[in-house]
């Protein structure tokens, strides 16, 4: 593939090939769209937990005041992506912070 000067050659020399060659270009698109996504589980590998609110302890459902250590996230106030689990099974959980009042 020639690449002239002109903007408007090497644009149609690329709506050219995705015309002539659609598998190739979804093949592309896909594996683009998978290492974005292990750059970010890789960078990113937790959450925030939905059931303490990223806090690591729980309110009380009948005392309001009273809080409890949430278990889901082994009061990290972190759960793993879904990515991270079926990927890195073996990924080291972040370590216990302090309940701190």
């Keep these: 593939m020639r690449i002239s000067s002109s903007r408007g050659t090497v644009i149609s020399q690329v709506l050219n090939f995705v015309q002539h060659h659609p598998l190739l270009t979804l093949l592309a698109g896909a594996a683009l769209l998978a290492v974005a996504c292990w750059i970010s589980l890789r960078f990113r590998p937790y959450v925030a937990c939905r059931r303490c609110g990223g806090t690591g302890q729980r309110q009380g459902a009948f005392f309001r005041r009273a809080y409890a250590l949430c278990a889901t ?3 990290t106030g972190l759960v793993p992506r879904l990515g991270t689990r ?6 080291r959980p972040p370590a216990p912070r302090t309940l701190r009042r």
């Design 73 to 75: 996230c082994n009061h």
């Design 86 to 91: 079926l990927l890195a099974p073996a990924h």
